[in-house]
């Protein structure tokens, strides 16, 4: 199906899409939307980029504006028609922003709340009508054991981030959310599907069909990826290299396993004359949140941070992702190169590799030329390039000796 008219969207969410040059479904829409607009449960799974926040928004504004005409509006304050769940509060704040985009047509109301926000912030939220209510989970099982708010009338949860929200230590407030809204269709999108999770989805009441898209568990065939050897002492010096190498004007994300790690980069980069914004969950949410705007906004060329910039942030002048150490969880890894090489963007990895990461490294390369990772599928790519430890060598050695040469990277005692 070639638009989005044919996937069963209303000719006004259509023209909504068109006004924002949207026109083409990507496969996970087209694969999808047909299941959402039916009614079923239903999880979808595809890579980092590849348009789920979209599928699921369509459906759910088109659903419940269907609701709206046939039983009147909402009237009733911290009332949801829908919830949806995310992980993170900058993943709240992007997702409202994507389904405020396709419901000014519908006249949907749409709030939101998250962990970190001030309890006065959230009463205000708390005293309006809404249609749609997107939500971290702890914040908002909160919510409901204290009584704030009510979710006996929703008719869609959305459970975003799958992988994240339904492992075992994060499961139990997704489960009350689900507990107390019975009558709720429950939707599941992530850009991998674990099989611990993928059997605990097989075992609900609802028994959800999962839709994996052909581009699940795969690497965007336009990344390149290099891993590069490194001791651990010497992080600083290769990284430093690798933006010298891209040029000024590439812009990308640094990411670190741990908090102190992360500020540890960030300082080391700093003193080596680069640019650099440093985001983790030990600053608090308010700083977090005018830090990655700020990045949004294109202060700084470089964002340090954690896995809390791994899921959701898209931006389009992003031009690399540089490990400073690869992460222990095979999902982890792959949202983190899905910031980079979205919607076909072209985009460089680069994995600085020490003794410690070598156990990592098998299922990385894999990733990178074709194989599987343990995600639960198989993990593919077209055109992605893996460098050998000898090349990336050789590369380094070669980017040291030209910006010695010229200058480019000034030395610090």
Known sequence: MSNFLELGVSAELSAVLAAASIRTPTPVQRLALPAFLAGKSAGAVARPGSGK????????????????EAEGASTTPARPRAV???????????????????????????RAVSGGESGHDT??????????????????????????????????????EADTLLSPGQRPPVEAILAAAPGALPW?????????????????????VVLLSRDAHTAPDTLTVKNIPVKAQARADAASDILVSLGDKARGIVFANRRE??????????????????VHGGLLPRERHAAIKGFVAGKGRVLVTTELAGRG?????????????????????????????????????????????????????RLASGGKLDTGEPLRTARTRRTTSAQGVREAAARRKKAAVSGAVKKFD
């Open 313 to 365: 942030l898209d931006l389009s002048d992003l031009a690399f992702v540089l490990n400073w150490e690869l992460p222990e969880r095979a999902s982890d890894y792959v949202h983190r190169i899905g910031r980079v090489g979205r919607v076909g963007r072209a985009g460089r990895v680069f994995n600085l590799v020490t003794d410690r990461d070598r156990h990592l490294l098998a299922d990385v390369e």
């Open 261 to 278: 790690t992360a500020d540890e980069a960030g300082a080391a980069l700093r003193e080596r004359g680069h640019d650099v914004v440093i």
């Open 53 to 68: 926040t979209m599928a699921y928004a369509l459906a759910l504004v088109q659903r419940l504006r269907g609701v709206e």
């Open 84 to 110: 949806v769940l995310t992980s993170t509060r900058e993943l709240v704040v992007q997702t409202t922003r994507v389904i405020k985009s396709l419901t000014h047509a519908a006249r949907l109301r749409v």
């Open 123 to 160: 009463n205000k939220t708390l005293r309006e009508v809404m249609d749609i209510l997107v939500a971290n989970p702890p914040r908002l099982a909160k919510l409901l054991a204290d009584g704030s708010v009510d979710l006996s009338d929703v008719r869609v949860v959305v459970v975003d």
């Open 188 to 208: 599941w999108m992530s850009a991998t599907l674990p099989e611990p999770i993928r059997h605990w989805l097989s075992v609900r009441p609802e028994r959800p």
